[in-house]
């Protein structure tokens, strides 16, 4: 399995930033996938998830700014980050779970994309 992250980059205060992360090497709509976020000198939070039903969940700090997505016929998922804040930045990493529920552990990782929000 391989996950490969793109779409970050430098943007201001209450700017947007849409992530993509393509999957390669599985049924991929049958995987739950999710993000998951590392600030510098803090270990890694769970940001969001989408399960393979379509099932989203997210962290209560992203609720109502940021969106998961996914498009099964491309085996990408997204997310949409609106209303940045400076506490937003830290790399970010998509994830997939061999299973299709997102209470399930993640076990493929992808190599990560820096977001950083300016204030």
């Known amino acids: 399995v391989q996950l490969v992250e793109s779409g970050g980059g430098l943007v201001q205060a209450g700017g947007s930033l849409r992530l993509s992360c393509a999957a390669s090497g599985s049924i991929f709509r049958f995987n739950a996938m999710g993000w998951y976020r590392q600030a510098s000198g803090k270990q890694r939070e769970w940001v969001a998830s989408?399960?393979?039903?379509?099932?989203?969940n997210y962290v209560d700090s992203v609720k109502g700014r940021f969106t998961i997505s996914r498009d099964n016929a491309k085996n990408t998922i997204y997310l949409q980050m609106n209303s940045l804040k400076p506490e937003d930045t830290a790399v970010y990493y998509c994830?997939?779970?061999?299973?299709?529920?997102?209470?399930?552990?993640?076990?493929?990782w992808g190599q990560g994309t820096q977001v950083t929000v300016s204030s």
């Open positions: 989408i399960s393979s039903g379509g099932t989203t």
């Open positions: 994830a997939q779970s061999r299973y299709g529920v997102t209470d399930a552990p993640f076990d493929y």
